[in-house]
């Protein structure tokens, strides 16, 4: 993102300053200085405040202690992987990813930098006088662009600023574990297996229309969705990856109005995906994928369904993808294909997933 522009960690500290506005003693007050007073906030599971998320969510119920895959394990199941294929009929390929170039839209300072070190960067060579161009690439890979998260990008602070060994991420990893100067040491991305999905797009604008910046749809926007998409008996199973559309790909050519704030789904969306679907990777038309930012009514949510989803049930995040093209073919169900660059140590990937019909 430009400095000129409004950033999206701007629009995030907007929201949450809107906590320190509310009269002193009120529970959303408390919840935003102390985590304790959030139970029964959205985000918050259990009945108990063992973490700002309720109850502790390690060791993974499904992928158990000590993994660090987490939704990806299900393409290693031969079933998940034949169920994508199967859908395949018109050969049609989708490349959804934007193309990556310093003006588009990043959050924060983060930055794009491409030079070509001389021209060309070397040769000539041999006989046939063989020349060649190399780049040379600064910016953050797993984080810029059509980006994917991964588990070491996200978790939560339990104990006192700055006690790494009570900042816990997916299964229980904590930043005393985890930190290295040259990449992650638990949780890196290399850790993460190839995609191989049923993907399912849901086209939130055929309920809402061209979604606002703090605005979320729920369950029953996403019920009346596949009822227009004539997909009200469609069985969603494990594994599957789930696309949403808000249309804020809209605003991808103007960084100012991308990075104002974002639409995204509710809370009980992000329990259905988890809870009920068991989704494999989870993908949206924004920079979060999932979160409405600023929430609504509820200040004090910075990114929790990320929390919820990533953290709490190691479910992976597609984010910035181009989903108009899906919609205007009324292509709904597909194979999603993906391969995370094995980076070692790193937060995330930069790529290009692709839908095949």
């Known amino acids: 993102m430009m400095k000129k522009s409004i950033s999206a960690a701007s629009a995030l500290a907007g929201a949450i300053a809107l906590v320190g506005v509310l009269a002193a003693g009120t529970a959303r007050a408390e919840c935003g200085e102390d985590w304790k007073q959030c139970a029964g906030k959205p985000w918050v599971d259990g009945d108990v405040m063992d973490t700002p998320l309720g109850s502790k969510w390690w060791p993974n119920a499904l992928w158990g202690e000590g993994d660090q895959a987490g ?13 994508a294929l199967s859908v395949v009929r018109a050969g049609k390929t989708y490349k959804l990813g934007h193309e990556y170039h310093s003006g588009m839209p990043m959050f924060g300072e983060r930055k794009w930098v491409i030079r070509i070190p001389a021209s060309p960067t070397g040769g000539p060579f041999g006989g046939n006088r063989i020349v060649w161009h190399d780049e040379f690439l600064a910016t953050e890979i797993g984080q810029a662009g059509t980006q994917f998260d991964g588990l070491g990008h996200i978790g939560v602070q339990i104990g006192a600023d700055g006690d790494k060994a009570n900042m816990r991420f997916y299964n229980g990893y904590t930043v005393q574990e985890m930190q290295g100067a040259y990449g992650l040491q638990q949780l890196g991305t290399e850790k993460l297996h190839p995609i191989v999905a049923r993907g399912i797009l849901i086209d939130f604008t055929l309920v809402h229309g061209d979604m606002e910046h703090g605005t979320c749809a729920n369950m029953d926007d996403l019920k009346m969705v596949l009822e227009k998409q004539e997909m009200s008996a469609f069985q969603f199973k494990e594994g599957d990856a789930l696309l949403f559309r808000y249309n804020w790909e809209r605003h991808w050519d103007d960084p100012t109005a991308f990075n104002q704030g974002t639409p995204g789904i509710c809370m009980d969306v992000a329990r259905w ?19 409405p930012v600023p929430y609504p009514d509820e200040p004090a949510c910075a990114f929790c369904i990320h929390n919820y989803l990533q953290t709490r049930h190691g479910i992976v995040t597609q984010e910035n993808l181009r989903l108009t093209q899906l919609a205007d073919d009324k292509a709904y169900v597909f194979a999603y294909l993906y391969s995370p ?8 990937s930069h790529g290009s997933p692709i839908a095949v019909r």
Request: hydrophobic share 35%; proline share 8%.
């Open 71 to 83: 939704s990806t394990n299900w393409y290693t199941k031969p079933e998940v992987v034949a169920r």
């Open 341 to 348: 660059s094995p980076i070692r140590g790193g937060t995330g």
């Open 273 to 291: 995906v988890a809870e009920e679907v068991k989704a494999g990777v989870v993908a949206g038309d924004t920079w979060p994928a999932t979160d």
